[in-house]
């Protein structure tokens, strides 16, 4: 398991997220968090190829300030609706505009992941298409007013007040938290046993 | 969205289980939580129609020691793997022919839950597909030294070390924590609006 295989490792965690942070916690991985501070512009390139080259610039950014010992892990998270991205919303405006287009729709969560050890790299990606439930004008205002949508990608968070809204997942559930952590395993495991951490 | 749904009314959990408190805690409902202790045999029968009764019995039981103005929430999870039910694994031993046999597979988890109020009560369930990674007899053994298979139907939980061991759900993620959240919501929204809490 990832606590017994990252044992001995300085693992930093290049994120600012709750999320993240409580992944690694339930996980019971010794790390630190030290957060990228990169820009994370959004282009019309492939979403998923947007999501692994921020991850990467936050893992290299890390590494570059850190001791070369240590292993940088980092993630990028994009809600996708119908080809359109839909960032974290900037007002209470825009949160009621993203809650009304994902209104009974299904629509894609695709997180990029950088793994960043002394002796390479590892970048990957992993989506999940979500559903949510048509919501009332009313539900979304409540929604809101919770402050729950404002610092999270898609104005929701499936981890909290957001889950009610949710029909159905398929795919990787933690990989909508921020960190697919069945991934992140597989990752690890194959860094570790071609010696790259 | 449920806490301002369910505020006024005085909510019981009929579940002693610790996911299910997160889960109402997450919610921001008020709630008390009320033990039933009634033994829930397995029997030949289908399913979703045991998961069903047994969180009926469970909210029955609670109900008639109630002050009858409550409202009674009750779950029960079932894990099928192939046609049969896998419980809560009784020692070590059974844990791991558990994990052994999810290993590399696809299961169903049914959770039935059951709202009882002073006119009325609604059971329903909900199932979702969990998909396993292949685990070595070392990660069956590491993960059983967590103690974390020994409370929980087929000897996993998928939030907490297990969650490194699952690739993909399809359906609701909660039902398989144990309580089908948006399940729950259509049900109180559908009995308030009948008058029936």
Redesign the interface.
């Known amino acids: 398991?990832?606590?017994?295989m990252l044992n001995g490792y300085k693992i930093i965690l290049a994120s600012a997220s709750p999320r993240r942070r409580e992944?690694f916690d339930?996980?019971?991985i010794c790390y630190e968090t030290q957060s990228s501070d990169i820009a994370e512009p959004l282009t019309g390139e492939d979403p998923a190829l947007q999501a692994m080259r921020h991850a990467q610039n936050k893992a290299e950014s890390v590494f570059a300030k850190s001791d070369q010992h240590s292993v940088i892990v980092s993630a990028d998270t994009i809600v996708l609706l119908d080809g359109r991205i839909l960032g974290k919303p900037e007002s209470a405006e825009q949160a009621q505009s993203y809650l009304m287009a994902l209104s009974a729709k299904t629509h894609t969560v695709i997180t990029g992941i950088c793994v960043r050890g002394a002796k390479g790299q590892r970048c990957a990606y992993e989506q999940t298409q979500v559903s949510f439930?048509p919501l009332t004008a009313d539900?979304i205002q409540?929604?809101i007013q919770?402050k729950e949508p404002m610092d999270k990608a898609g104005a929701y968070g499936?981890?909290?007040?957001g889950?009610?809204?949710?029909?159905?997942?398929?795919?990787?559930?933690?990989n909508v938290m921020g960190f697919p952590?069945?991934r992140f395993?597989e990752i690890a495991q194959d860094l570790l046993k071609k010696g790259m951490l």
């Open positions: 398991m990832l606590d017994k992944i339930m996980l019971g439930a539900e409540d929604y919770t499936i981890q909290g007040f889950s009610q809204f949710i029909t159905r997942v398929e795919g990787c559930y933690f952590i069945r395993y």
